[in-house]
């Protein structure tokens, strides 16, 4: 499915599998099941937002191409967050991932911005390290920088957050 402008959805989304290419903003104003499906946020003109008045839970979102990607709203994952070369910015809301796979979020250059509570959020259960990609936004005191930061926690269910401050300590 290749959608050339704005998702917005004002009934139920049911996926099934499907891989749905959106070149607009995501809108989710009810309820979206992607049932294994892949979101593909790949606007290459403009910054695309993740937005709307209900939170969106993505199976597999992937940051194709294009400027920064920005969420208004929380978001889930469940599945693979794919960066890519993409910044995804959370702003003051929280991007949750909830497969506890250490390779669920992939990145080449990509990473996620945030600022005041803003986070990436991962949920973890192996006695492994969790590569958390961060940076600063790049729309927020440039140009951005990149810092990973590496959480090993003990064995057993657990929800880590990260996030990178650029500025002085306070």
């Known amino acids: 499915i290749v959608i050339q402008g704005p998702l917005q959805n004002d009934a139920p989304i049911t ?12 809108i989710n104003d009810n309820t979206y099941s992607g ?4 979101v593909m946020l790949n606007g290459s003109e403009q910054t ?25 709203i929380n978001a889930i994952t469940t599945g693979v967050l794919s960066l890519n070369s993409a910044e995804l910015a959370t702003d003051v809301n929280q991007m949750l991932v909830t497969n506890t796979n250490i390779a669920a979020i992939t ?13 990436l959020s991962w949920v973890t259960i192996a006695a492994s390290s969790y590569v958390f990609p961060v940076g600063s936004p790049s729309y927020v ?21 990260a996030c990178l401050v650029k500025g002085n300590a306070t």
């Open 15 to 26: 996926g099934n599998g499907d891989t749905i290419e959106v070149a607009g903003d995501w």
């Open 35 to 38: 049932n294994n499906s892949l």
């Open 48 to 72: 695309q937002n993740i937005t709307g008045t209900a939170v969106t839970t993505f199976d597999n979102l992937d940051l194709s191409v294009g400027p920064v990607k920005k969420q208004s």
């Open 107 to 119: 990145w080449t250059s990509g990473f996620v911005s945030s600022v005041g509570a803003g986070r």
């Open 141 to 161: 005191n440039g140009p951005s920088i990149f810092r990973p930061v590496a959480i090993s926690p003990a064995a057993g269910t657990d929800t880590f957050g």
